[in-house]
RNA sequence: GUGAGGUUAGUUCAGUUGGUUAGAACGUCGGAUUGUGGUUCCGAAGGUCGUGGGUUCGACUCCCACACUUCACCCCA
């Protein structure tokens, strides 16, 4: 018995209009890419375990999806995890790969194994699924694409920039309108030191990342709840609510992180970043967000976030600078800056504005109809001359009423139907149709070209 | 992992205190129209009412479990 087929949670099938939509944002991506000298590279689906355990914190290893290993996995399993169900330790004897969890840790096991090969700096981007054993919901899913970009083997701030630039060009393209924000990890270290709560730095981050969302007062609540002294979070107060250009925010912390010497450095980079960033005449607003937190785990360096404009949604591109990359793997030194593109969260907010060009969406440029044997055999050989001349075109397969074959071109939002009759046939020609305003005239197989290449 | 809602035709949804044959719109297919789609008119197909169990003379409707899905937390993209 047939049961009705279904496809795992959190998955999607991408059907045409969607790929074509898709395509157009992973084409516009690329395209910047490229033309900032990065190149691309793919990686496996599946990595193996060891690579990918302990990277992401406990959490992350519970939503690695594992693969059993082949063949009659059970042989070697031991008796006394079986006995005692003991699923972490059976784990390990059954299963040694994994689906990739994000592209970054990929990209570090892959730097290491090829760094005697590769020129460094190493600019490189990636664009592939990854696969997290998450619980769906909005915006969320357990296949979903990344389009990373870093550098890896330099410590320019001009790395920054040039993703700045990237961001500025690629959100330019795609005409959405963007702020990107701009925070530094070492600002943020300094503010933990003047706060006289230097050990207490991830609470502290954690907490005023969001003040967007819950407001200043839960954020003193969960501070307080934190074990952070009051005088400490009345200190922070006057940082929070600093307003002004990037210019002012940056002189007033300055004057409040004299103290702390990794502190000034932040201000200092955060500084150079911007300077440059108006030299070079970006044109996307770049505001300083000292209460941008991001990911703090792995970012030694600038932390960058990008917010659309017009449409209520998280943020849809992020990144930073992360010192020691390899040193996982065995390799230190390696400093790395990247940021990664949220395709699926893009294709949101394009969807929502409704920004996509009209020339994408087109596919076949013109459609032949044809009444019988032998109107088909002529239609065949002009289409195949279209063809030639790189018109996307295509036949409705068989002779058969007309009404059927309209329909078939309109239902493809196809432009064009090439009309082939008897009389057609006759005068070597074609009746060609414009769909959209209903149009027709009698044209040759060149004329037809030269009016569909326009 | 925690909490709340939902699941009826391809899609979006109605469905009366539990009562004969479960409806609509859109879409699909056919015809009106044998050389003209998108508009109009006529007709047809399409459902184990998420799955399994329970209560009942009788369940789409009430109860339980599970699956799937949406949303909010946690975390993240």
Redesign the pocket.
């Known amino acids: 018995?047939a049961t009705k087929p279904s496809i795992p949670?959190?998955t999607r099938d991408f059907a045409p209009m969607e790929m074509a939509r898709r395509n157009y944002i992973f084409d516009t991506i690329k395209s910047v890419f490229r033309l900032y000298g990065f190149q691309q590279i793919e990686t496996p689906a599946m990595e193996n375990l060891s690579t990918l355990m302990g990277k992401y914190g406990d959490?992350g290893d519970k939503l690695l999806f594992k693969i059993l290993n082949s063949g009659d996995f059970l042989t070697h399993a031991s008796q006394e995890s079986l006995d005692n169900r003991d699923s972490i330790k059976l784990l390990h004897e059954v299963a040694e790969k994994g689906l990739r969890y994000?592209l970054t840790v990929p990209f570090a096991r892959f730097v290491v194994m090829n760094k005697e090969s590769l020129t460094f700096p190493f600019k490189r981007f990636q664009i592939q699924p990854v696969w997290?054993a998450?619980?769906?919901?909005?915006?969320?899913?357990?296949e979903?694409y990344?389009c990373d970009v870093d550098v890896v083997g330099s410590d320019s701030l001009l790395n920054e920039v040039e993703l700045l630039q990237i961001v500025d060009d690629v959100y330019h393209k795609l005409g959405v309108n963007v702020v990107v924000k701009l925070n530094n990890r070492k600002i943020l270290t300094g503010i933990a030191e003047v706060m006289g709560e230097a050990d207490k730095i991830i609470d502290i981050t954690?907490a005023i990342d969001k003040l967007d969302?819950i407001g200043i007062e839960n954020v003193n609540a969960e501070l307080a709840e934190k074990g952070i002294s009051q005088e400490a979070i009345g200190k922070l107060q006057p940082i929070i609510a600093m307003k002004g250009t990037n210019q002012e925010k940056l002189e007033t912390i300055s004057k409040v992180l004299a103290t702390s010497e990794i502190g000034l450095k932040g201000v200092e980079e955060t500084s150079t970043i911007l300077n440059y960033a108006e030299e070079l005449g970006i044109n996307t607003e770049v505001e300083l967000d000292l209460t941008l937190a991001r990911?703090l785990n792995y970012y030694t360096g600038a932390i960058f976030e990008v917010k659309a404009k017009d449409v209520e949604i998280?943020?849809?591109t992020?990144g930073g600078r992360y010192d020691n990359l390899t040193g996982v793997f065995g390799v230190s030194g390696l400093s790395g800056v990247g940021i990664?593109f949220?395709a699926?969260?893009i294709y949101d907010v394009l969807n929502q504005l409704n920004l996509y060009p009209a020339e994408m969406l087109q596919g076949t440029q013109v459609v032949f109809t044809t009444?019988g044997d032998k109107e088909f055999k002529f239609a065949l050989q002009c289409l195949k001359k279209v063809r030639q001349a790189g018109i996307s075109a295509e036949i409705y397969p068989e002779p058969t009423?007309?009404?059927?074959q309209?329909?078939y071109a309109?239902?493809k939002a196809v432009p064009f139907v090439a009309?082939v009759?008897?009389?057609?046939v006759e005068a070597g020609k074609v009746?060609l149709?414009n769909?959209?305003s209903?149009e027709?005239k009698l044209v040759s197989i060149d004329e037809l070209t030269t009016t569909l290449k326009k």
Do not use: L
């Open positions: 018995m949670k959190g959490e994000d997290r998450d619980k769906p919901q909005k915006g969320r899913y357990r979903f990344q954690v969302k990911g998280g943020s849809i992020g990664s949220g699926d969260r009444f009423k007309m009404k059927k309209m329909s309109n239902g009309i009759g008897e009389t057609e009746m149709k769909m959209t209903g027709q």
